[in-house]
């Protein structure tokens, strides 16, 4: 129904255009260059010398494809068993052409098999469309979200003058996360394309297209499942109206063994504030009964984004950060797909990633990693990240800390308090839920970190024990700290005592923690956290580390002989 209002709505121009918005309207976002210093005190967190240089993970490398066996030091536990999958960009240009963002460049799958205290591992670039089409032409051919392709040099001037209004192809670069859907793992950006592969080969089986069988332009690649295999994800939508932020359903089985996303709905749309300016979110939180949607004020301009390829812009040159409007919550019932009436805001952040959410008490409490000022992004150009010396300290000094956050969202039966009372009934947290005269309920947070995390530059890529705690009360979450442009440390955070502990090898930058945990445990720290761990020093190796969740301290590594880029997103898969 909202493609066929779409199409009969739009002009043919922002028609062709739409084609084009799944590139970037669910992709993460770049922003506008900084033209006004941050309020960030310039200081590097318990650094007193200049940065490292990363330029050498940032640079294009060679695939692995053939599986070679990784020399372990310490030891992998014998029932680790399984895959530790990882996706992200590995190569940056074709020809002379270069890309100029690091979430651009072309996706390398990366696969660690442990299996009885052994570790292989082996990679390969995704044979993309995308990627075929550029290395055939050995240019680059189709634009990315901080990169705009050039027309043809092979054609005359006014061809490829005329080429500008020809319709874009859309990217199927699917870079960022493995998602799984019915028993299958998919590669997943935020475009309406996703990449099925086999993970025991790495190879690509199909391509799917989220358009095929409901009406998005695309989905995040961070859905989130039900114990039963029921799938959640949202992606938006764009008509006459404005957009709409859509909350997808997709079923636990499949009826035919050729199925992909068959069955998928749409359960709920939720319509922007700002018709022609939606906010980009990069994730979502989920409880046993809840949804909950973070609508931010890092905007996009559609259109923007429809004349970029007119005026020879990439597409991040249609989003920006405005401040001047606050951040809003809202909380769908994923059982019935109503969106609930509770007005929610708090003061102007952005989050890529939540951390978990949970119902108490007739409320629902989500944990975010926030940060204070959304132009943090354009830190993520290749030529920031790739500076040296005094110049790299600069970059970094830009950048906003993220720190973890609990919001309480009080729901139905609390509405109807006096203004100014606080409706949060949660004696545990200091977080507010405070009513307005005229009906929002203003949102304060509560910091759930020891002060001593600012040692570590803030906090991302936060995980949990999923399986066992995701929806519910919990106690402990995991991330980088970011004492650089890229992590440089692991932390464990107990969200109840408000510490932490810490991992880190100097000139080393690990890879986002995964959780994996013993199996039969009952205790929810009761595992191992697995991270690869890549150097800028080609003399020395990278590696996967096995941490011991509870106490932090290393119980091995498996070294390999590659060179590897620093990635996004990954998962374990148990053999």
Known sequence: MFSQIFLRSVSD???????FLSMI??????????????HQKTVIFGQEKTLPCIAPLLTTVEETPQVISAGVQGHFPEWLSGYLLRVGPGKFEFGKDKYNHWFDGMALLHQFKMEKGTVTYRSKFLQSDTYKANSDRDRIVISEFGTSALPDPCKSVFERFMSKFEKPAITDNTNVNYVLYKGDYYLSTETNFMNKVDIETLEKTEKVNWRNFIAVNGATAHPH?????????????????????????VPPEKSDPGETIHGAQVICSIASEEGMRPSYYHSFGMTRNYIIFIEQPLKINLWRIISSKIRGKAFSDGISWEPQYNTRFHVVDKHTGQLLPGMY??????????????????????????QDDGRILEVYQLQNLRKTGKELDQVYNLTAKISPRRFVLPLLGNLNAPEGENLSPLTYSSASAVKQADGKIWCSYENLYPEDLKEEGGIEFPQINYGQFNGKKYQFFYGCGF?????????????????????????????????????GASKEDDGVILSVVITPNQVKKNFLLVLDAKNFEELGRAEVPVQMPYGFHGTFVTI
């Open 13 to 19: 121009f922002s028609t062709i255009a739409v084609d």
């Open 25 to 38: 309207l669910r992709r993460i976002p770049v922003l506008k260059k900084y033209m006004e210093k941050t």
């Open 225 to 249: 499942y039900d114990p039963d295999g029921t799938t959640y994800n949202m992606g938006n939508s764009y008509g006459k109206h404005g957009s709409c932020y859509n909350v997808i359903r």
């Open 345 to 370: 805001f708090s003061k102007p952040f952005m989050t890529f990633h939540q951390i978990n959410a949970f119902e108490d008490q007739g409320c629902v409490v989500i944990d975010l990693c926030c």
């Open 483 to 519: 004492r650089h442009v890229v992590g440089d440390s692991l932390i464990k955070v107990d969200v109840v005592n408000k510490t932490r502990r810490v991992w880190r090898e100097d000139g080393f930058y690990p890879s986002e923690p995964v959780f994996v945990p013993v199996p």
